[in-house]
């Protein structure tokens, strides 16, 4: 039995000195590989790349590596510090710089296929022979219809370097052929303001973005409102995410007295700059009401409180976006670029709007938003609960706050009085924009030949344009529902008449006519018109 129990013992020997062999080699080979890895003594993360291109088991895309560390890198940063990859890049440089290399399209993608809405006037594709309501099939040699192919693919596909071409495979009416273009690609306009009409004596201007074009495009506005016999403005920001800081400085800087203070930036690396109005503005004392809600962030928030600090009009609509932070464009060898947030803006008053965050936590940022809607302060302003140890006084000594946006001085709920589940079904499924493209391409001749939108939008309320379009929607599968479809009749008939004439008479024609009935509007003319533009201390 002993000797059984040796055998038994010694039999284990050459398995135990083998594992012990095995680990200890594992350990010899981990302290050889790591003094072979102390020769990366420099950036960890140049050194792990650097292991992995030349030791990873398996062969890698160390440049897609690169590409996904680097955007993590950032991600761990505020939530608008951003890497921006070369092939979006120009598309972003576009919408702020105010125009762009293409061939002068707007299009939209209804069932897969690239449906031109309108052509630039004077633009490549119309010199070209390009029509509103053809269909783009193909591009240079690649079929596009019925495929799922993003906007943003298809726009840097139509856009390209000045003077370059691109053939364009069209389907017009209801042919069966094919008609190809070639369009010569040049400069195309990209306007910063969506539209600027006269609503009686009051001067209405809708700015979508702060870019390097916006100030010439406003004085512009202001001079042809001001020969429409305008008198006071209402400056539309609904919605504007913001764009470059001196673009917003400088249209700030036409309704203050001069010496007045705009806004102050400081960062670390930046000395605090101070910027003030110059005297030259051609409105410091005509009266203005700013329009502001929860879309408005960054340049338009500077915009709302300099005008708000200094007591020169009234801030309407609802709390904003609370983007107090400036990015600096820094460009990358790769043809990328990092805009790193640099420093933060403070308003005259000295406080700095941007709502809080936790580094890396993008998504949460994000998420503001909703909790703000769930939560109930886009209906009702008592929701709302500053914080009181960031308070400020304006230059007429009214209470402001910081840490959360611009709060207006006068609150407009969002409106939602003639919105039904079946209006939202009509939307949302986009049967309402169906409708209407058929509709206008259906009756092309005929609408193109009125020579205003006004004209236009006459013809249109006479006819039965409600009936035919809820038996356009139930034949899509949208159950008529008589009594919803009365609670949203103007909603449903406003939407119609103005995305028809935008088919014919773009952004002019459009704005007139589908904010006929905006609350947030209504309510700024009425202040305007009875003098109650001074803010109450």
């Known amino acids: 039995m002993n000797t059984h129990r040796n055998n038994r013992s010694n039999s284990f020997v050459p398995i135990a000195v083998a594992v012990i062999a095995s680990l200890l080699c594992g350990y010899f080979v981990g302290i050889h590989l790591s003094r072979k890895h102390q020769q990366y003594a420099g950036n960890k993360i140049d050194a792990i790349l650097s292991i992995i291109d030349r030791q990873y088991v398996d062969t890698v895309n160390v440049r897609q590596l690169i590409e996904t560390t680097a955007m993590k890198l950032v991600s761990e940063l505020d939530p608008h510090s951003k890497l921006i990859p070369a092939e979006e890049l120009q598309v972003v440089i576009d919408d702020l710089e105010g125009s762009f290399s293409g061939i002068g399209v707007s299009f939209t993608t209804p069932a897969d296929t690239i449906l031109v809405t309108s052509v630039i006037s004077g633009g490549p594709a119309e010199k070209a022979g390009i029509l509103p309501f053809d269909r783009i099939i193909m591009i240079d040699d690649s079929v596009y219809a019925g495929k799922n192919i993003g906007q943003m693919q298809i726009m840097r596909t139509l856009r390209g370097s000045k003077n370059s071409r691109v053939k364009l495979g069209i389907r017009r009416g209801g042919a069966s052929e094919l008609i190809y273009f070639e369009v010569t690609r040049g400069d195309v306009p990209n306007y910063s303001i969506d539209v600027a009409y006269a609503m009686g004596e009051v001067g209405y201007i809708k700015v979508n973005s702060f870019a390097r074009t916006t100030y010439n495009e406003f004085i512009t506005s202001l001079a042809k409102l001001g020969k429409e016999g305008c008198s006071s403005f209402i400056v539309d920001l609904r919605g504007n995410r913001g764009g470059y800081l001196d673009a917003a400085i400088r249209v700030i800087n036409e309704f203050m007295p001069p010496n007045r203070p705009i806004v102050y930036t400081e960062g670390k690396a930046y000395k605090r700059q101070n910027f003030f109005a110059d005297g030259t503005g051609s409105c410091q004392d005509t009266p203005i009401a700013v329009l502001v809600d929860e879309l408005s962030g960054s340049a338009s928030e500077i915009f709302a409180g300099a005008i708000q600090d200094n007591d020169r009009g009234l801030i309407i609509g609802r709390r904003t976006y609370g983007k107090g932070l400036v990015q600096a464009p820094i460009p990358l060898d790769d043809g990328s670029e990092l805009r790193l947030t640099v420093q933060r803006y403070y308003t005259p008053s000295g406080r700095c709007i941007q709502k809080t965050y936790e580094m890396g936590k993008s998504e949460e940022y994000d998420e503001d938003l909703n909790i703000r809607y769930r939560h109930g302060e886009f209906y009702m302003a ?105 609670v949203s009749r103007n909603l449903i008939e406003t939407s119609l008449y103005a995305y028809i004439i935008r088919n014919f008479f773009d952004s002019a024609g459009f704005y007139p006519v589908y904010q006929k009935d905006d609350v947030t509007i209504n309510r700024a003319l009425q202040l305007i018109r009875n003098g109650n533009l001074l803010p109450e201390s």
């Open 382 to 486: 008592d929701s709302i609960k500053m914080d009181e140890s960031l308070m400020y006084t304006t230059l007429g000594g009214r209470t402001v706050y910081g840490g959360g946006g611009i709060m207006p001085d006068v609150f407009i709920p969002l409106d939602t009085s003639h919105v039904t589940s079946y209006f939202d079904a009509v939307v949302n499924s986009g049967t309402l924009y169906q409708f209407v493209l058929e509709y206008s391409e259906r009756n092309h001749a005929r609408l193109g030949a009125f020579k205003s939108g006004e004209e236009l939008h006459s013809y249109l309320k006479q006819q039965s344009l409600l009936t035919e379009f809820t038996d356009f929607a139930e034949a899509k599968g949208i159950k008529k529902r008589p009594t919803l479809i009365q």
